[in-house]
């Protein structure tokens, strides 16, 4: 009996990952320990984080220019750290495309950072991505989120401004391919497509790592001079996101997986496209891959499809509180036949109420 995990973070592992992990349980490189339980300053750790980092790096196609740090706190936690640590002037702008991206404004704000929103999907409820233009004003730099988790949207290619980017990229992590040209900071949660809850994962520009007065669990510089082992890191979240790295890379890297996102997040808008009972909100062009939105337009029938969904195994399929209705997360580990098992009982559940709506 195979259960599909929809949720959007934590989400679905690899069905090898798990296996792997499984069988890296109790003794890790024959070690007579479990990657639990080893220390973050063993030989063994030193080999996974740094493995990890050359794996990340080459799979964003970025080059030694950019430091990765391994972080908790989450991407949360990043919505101040990062204007903290490199907005020289404390002046940033912000693209405005719903829930995620004003919470990163809510806390650059607490940091005493002042933020001019400069495009915004708000009037159209978030059911399209703004076009981005450049802005007049000189900026630090423009906090884009190029992935909506809660309303279904996203960027599929990134705007070309001379003022450079920080993306939030949590939702979408190494689903989909972007040029990163002028980027100062990729950054995002590990639990959405890179493995599991307590690692936080920041690209950031070596030559924007300087001197500065922050707290050393909060300072780039600290961080980055101590590789990310300032204190205890979260070792097994490291060690699991290495494993999903080294299962992307040889799936043929972020080009093929984009390809087998789109073919199952295709088979779902397909279906919903000509659905006379579910309705996806979001305007063609903005559509995500990795998280869709839909709904009946009716609570009650919504409800109804979310319980018998999960009586057939197709499980965290209701959408964020916040929207309502349905959302279906289709991260890199969910394979086509999920999203198929998903479409098939959706044409079922169709044919059995469309009269009722
Ligand atoms: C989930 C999510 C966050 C919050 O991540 P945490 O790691 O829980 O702090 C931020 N941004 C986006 C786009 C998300 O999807």
Redesign the pocket.
């Known amino acids: 009996m195979s259960v599909y995990n929809f949720a959007a ?1 934590p989400a679905m592992l690899p069905a090898s990952v798990i296996n792997q992990i499984k069988s890296d349980l109790p003794s890790f490189n024959d070690s007579g320990m479990s990657v639990m339980e080893i220390s973050h300053r063993s030989d063994l750790f030193e080999k996974i984080i740094n493995e990890a980092k050359t794996n990340l790096l080459e799979l964003l196609n970025l080059s030694d220019d950019y430091e990765v740090l391994f972080l908790q706190g ?3 936690t990043q919505f101040a750290a990062i204007p903290m640590n490199i907005a020289k002037t404390k002046h940033i702008g912000l693209v405005d495309t719903g829930h ?1 991206s004003i919470r990163a404004q809510e806390e650059a704000k607490r940091a005493g950072i002042k933020v001019d929103t400069i495009a915004s999907s708000k009037t159209d409820q978030y059911h399209n991505i703004p076009n981005v233009k450049q802005p007049q004003q000189d900026l630090d730099y423009i906090h884009l ?1 190029t ?1 909506n ?1 809660i309303e279904g949207t996203a960027y599929n290619k990134l705007p070309n401004l001379t003022t450079p980017l920080v993306l ?1 990229v ?2 979408n992590f190494l689903a989909q391919s972007y040029q990163f040209k002028n980027v100062d900071v990729i950054y995002g ?1 590990a ?2 497509n890179i493995g599991i809850a307590g690692l ?1 994962i920041v690209a950031v520009r070596k030559d924007l790592i300087t001197e500065n007065d922050l707290p050393g669990m909060w300072n780039f510089q600290i961080l980055s001079k101590k590789n990310s082992m300032l204190n205890t890191p979260p070792v097994f979240a490291i060690y699991t996101a290495n494993l999903v790295l080294k299962w992307l890379k040889n799936l043929g890297g972020v080009a093929e997986i984009e390809k087998r996102n789109r073919q199952k997040s295709g088979l779902l808008y397909d279906f919903l496209d000509n659905s006379k009972l579910f309705n996806n909100p979001v305007k063609k062009d903005s559509r995500s891959l990795t998280n869709i939105v839909f709904s009946t337009g009716n609570d009650e029938l919504d409800n109804k499809f979310i319980e018998q969904a999960k009586e057939n195994n197709l499980v965290n399929l209701k959408g964020h509180r916040l929207v309502g209705g349905m959302r279906a997360s289709l991260y890199n580990a969910m394979p086509y036949e999920g999203a198929e098992a998903l479409v098939d009982f959706l044409e079922k559940f169709e044919r059995d109420n469309w009269r009722t709506k």
Do not use: E, F
């Open positions: 973070g989450g991407a949360t995620w989120t992935n988790t939030d949590s939702s949660g639990q959405k936080t």
